[in-house]
């Protein structure tokens, strides 16, 4: 059995070892000279950047693809649990250390309202549930016919999938900041709080069963330990090469061609990439998707851009965690103008990441390494980044260095930011987006884009546009999704 997995990504990754430990003869294709796709890794003049997921949650999911293979993953890679997951910064200074420490969680919360402890208690139980469901349960399950969603829905309506994550949070928690704080997960897979759909509420519990991870030497050094483990078994990878056509003869898949002409014969083709962008640069187009596939693929809704400015300081900021989340003065217009007027405004909120607070050789010797993401909106915006781009990032540095971290900009010594058109371009995510398409309900499970595709024989996906959804949780989920399809 031949199988060509496209893209190098966590999701990408993960089905070739899981095709490998299957039998398959597997080789791996991926266009850029190095490996990871959305996580890949920037090194500038001794400073080691992460260029993409840097949350690391549900361990056990990275730690059983090299145990497949009867290897010890310590001897691959480290992962470290950290101790404040995020420090939380709202709009009037005030600071929330979030961790998995509840009696401290408890404490601050009261600190804001008292009333809302038990909220809390309450809210933390109820995203157990969703997990128990949503997780455990059908993370790796594939939704690949109408009666299998149709089975699950009375379940997903007793859990309130209806509701949004941000409107399931506010039925259980009264202060508006502890409300913005509890409802912000969805943002970490692309969703907008709003409309995202409560099952995403998973995410809070999905934290506290394990925790959250770093890995020492960055996340790419996860990348570089499966690499290692992918040539120690036998799986052919292919970098520098794009796939420019899936080879097919009327709805068989055959193989691949490379953009030199190359082709490789395949009876399996797992595409890592994009599925929007598969159907309609890869396939030659629509002409065999049906009338019903091109509505559901035309619907599509798709998550927001981001904006990522990467830097390196000679002051070390001490004060600034592992993790921070600062929010603008607004949540919810913010979010509308990001999702739906497509619009930037100056009253952003960010997320920065320190892994020197963790890790000293991301970064020379007396320095600090640093990105910040800003959510943004995607393309279909039609923002003109090589005008915006500067601008965006003047506003971010001057904001950080007014919330956290004095005289900034004349400590910057490093840096170089990414706009929604390098997602585009390098990636080739449709519209720029950072994490495929949307997770609201309608796009969820049976209505995202299949493992198994509806139009050919042969064609599956992994990754953020397929079930179960974007993250490193959900993207190692959906190869585990194939497991079962094959």
Known sequence: MNSVVIGSGFGGIAAALRLKAKGHNVTLIEKHKDLGGRARVFKKNGFIYDGGPTVITAPYLINELFELFQKNPNDYIKLTPLKVWYQFIFEDKSKFNYSGDENEMKRQIERINKDDAQGYEKLVNFTKKIFDKGFTELADVPFDKPSVMMKQLPSLLKLKS???????????????????????????????????TSIYGLILYLEKKWGIHYSIGGTGNIISGFEKLMNEEGIEVIKGSEVTQIMSNQNEITGVQLDN????????????????????????????????????????????????????????????????????????????????????????????????????????????????????PNNQSKIDWSLEGEKMKNLVVEKMEKDLMPNLKENIVEDFYLTPDYFEKDLNTKYGSGFSIQPKFSQSAYFRFHNKSEIYNGLYFVGAGTHPGAGVPGVLSSAKVLDKIL
């Not at 941000?166 to 039925?171: A, H, I, Q």
């Not at 989340?325 to 320190?354: A, C, P, Q, T, V």
């Open 162 to 196: 209806y509701k949004s994550v941000y409107s399931l949070v506010s039925s259980y928690i009264k202060n508006e900041k502890l409300r913005r704080m509890l409802s912000m997960h969805p943002l970490l897979v692309g969703g907008n709080p709003f409309t995202t």
């Open 261 to 376: 002409a190359k082709k490789i014969d395949a009876n399996k083709v797992i595409c890592n990439a994009d599925p929007p962008g598969v159907y309609e640069k890869m396939l030659n187009g629509q002409s065999n998707n049906s009338f019903m596939f091109k509505w559901k693929k035309n619907r599509m809704e798709y998550s927001m851009g981001l904006f990522v400015y990467y830097f390196g300081t000679k002051k070390i900021y001490d004060n600034v965690e592992h993790h921070t989340i600062k929010f603008g003065n607004k949540y919810k217009e913010h979010l509308d103008d990001i999702f739906n007027n497509k619009k930037l405004n100056n009253d952003i909120s960010y997320y920065l990441h320190r892994p020197t607070a963790t890790d000293k050789s991301m970064a020379p010797d007396g320095h600090d390494c640093f990105y910040v993401l800003v959510p943004v």
